[in-house]
């Protein structure tokens, strides 16, 4: 009998940041087709068949799009500045926007429009807390893509963590709901890094108890996020599809399986293959991406200085007396 070792931390922080990218990565080809043109789970790879009509033509097998490049934007301000420091955040996302700061080869190829606009408002000289637009039709999944390494960072309680990811969220996605999905997410991943059981259910367990009857971010939660009854999951870009797509496709099996079943509903598949990629990750550590997928991943050197920072950031942490840290 084969004994299976459950992942280190280690490994399932390596699994997390690795996870979203290349679930980012694998999807790109296919973004935009919609659901009936995904190809079959057992042909859906990194490199889709010959006679697929990918999107973005010229971009090779193993780049990651914007989804990737604003989540390291977020993981190196956290780890160089040792705080969530949004004015720095919204910095490293306009130099990713305008210079290709963390893109693979420099090349910015996919910039959403509502990140678009607000880093427009960034470079025109906008306080951070007036970049994004806050309108109910400003929900996006442009905050929560991007949001994975906040929870993977983060030593501070559950309560300052959901804080933290509706600030982070704040800079290009205005709307209370984006935020309360930024912050579940957040709060289911970091439950997953913590090896918690049942750990969707626990974030929301954690998130009414934050925000009890009568708040706004209660009524925003059980008005349009709260899956009472759940409708087929969706793989378009608004915020709330995707949150709830990714735990859907959470449920596949395998770090591959979750990845193609996140592709499979078509449309921004390569931000819902994140989203979803990133808690897979997480939850089964880096030996359970496909080393076929890992061999043609593009930018290495990119991510892995920001990966030794996270997990030196993590070891010292975990390192110094609970009674030191503030916690």
């Known amino acids: 009998m084969v004994i299976v070792r459950p992942p280190s931390r280690p490994e399932r922080i390596a699994g997390g940041l690795w996870g979203l990218l290349v679930g980012d990565a694998v999807g790109v080809p296919y973004e935009f087709a919609p659901k009936q043109?995904?190809?079959?789970?057992?042909?859906?790879?990194?490199?889709?068949?010959?006679e697929f009509l990918r999107s973005h033509m010229g971009i090779k097998p193993g780049t990651w799009s914007d989804d990737g490049a604003q989540a390291l934007c977020l993981a190196a301000s956290l780890t160089e500045h040792g705080r969530l420091d949004l004015h720095d955040l919204m910095d490293r996302m306009a130099r990713w926007f305008r210079d290709g700061y963390l893109a693979v080869g420099r090349d910015v190829f996919d910039v959403g429009l509502q990140t678009r606009q607000s880093l427009g408002r960034f470079l025109s000289g906008k306080p951070v807390d007036q970049t994004a637009a806050s309108g109910e039709w400003s929900n996006g999944n442009g905050s929560l893509m991007r949001s994975l390494p906040l929870a993977i960072w983060h030593r501070g309680g559950r309560e300052e963590l959901a804080r933290d990811a509706f600030a982070q969220s704040g800079v290009t996605h205005g709307h209370l709901r984006s935020g309360i999905c930024c912050a579940l997410y957040c709060l289911w991943a970091k439950n997953v890094l913590e090896g918690?059981?049942?750990?969707?259910h626990a974030a929301i367990e954690q998130f009414e108890s934050f925000y009890p009857d009568g708040t706004p971010e209660r009524k925003e939660y059980e008005s349009q996020i709260h899956p009472r009854d759940p409708d087929p999951p969706k793989g378009t870009g608004y915020v709330v599809d995707s949150l709830h797509s990714a735990v859907w496709a959470t449920q596949a099996g395998s770090y591959e399986a979750v990845v193609k079943a996140a592709?499979?509903?078509?449309?921004?598949?390569?931000?819902?293959?994140?989203?979803?990629?990133?808690?897979?990750g997480l939850r089964d550590g880096i030996h359970a991406i496909p080393h076929r997928w890992m061999k043609l991943m593009r930018g290495k050197e990119l991510v892995l200085p920001i990966l030794d920072a996270?997990?030196?950031?993590?070891?010292?942490?975990?390192?110094?007396?609970?009674?030191?840290?503030?916690?």
């Open 37 to 50: 043109r995904i190809p079959a789970l057992a042909k859906i790879d990194m490199d889709p068949p010959v």
């Open 310 to 327: 996270l997990l030196a950031h993590d070891r010292a942490q975990r390192e110094t007396p609970r009674n030191q840290t503030g916690d």
């Open 263 to 280: 592709i499979s509903l078509g449309q921004d598949t390569d931000t819902t293959a994140c989203i979803a990629g990133g808690i897979a």
């Open 196 to 200: 918690g059981l049942h750990p969707w």
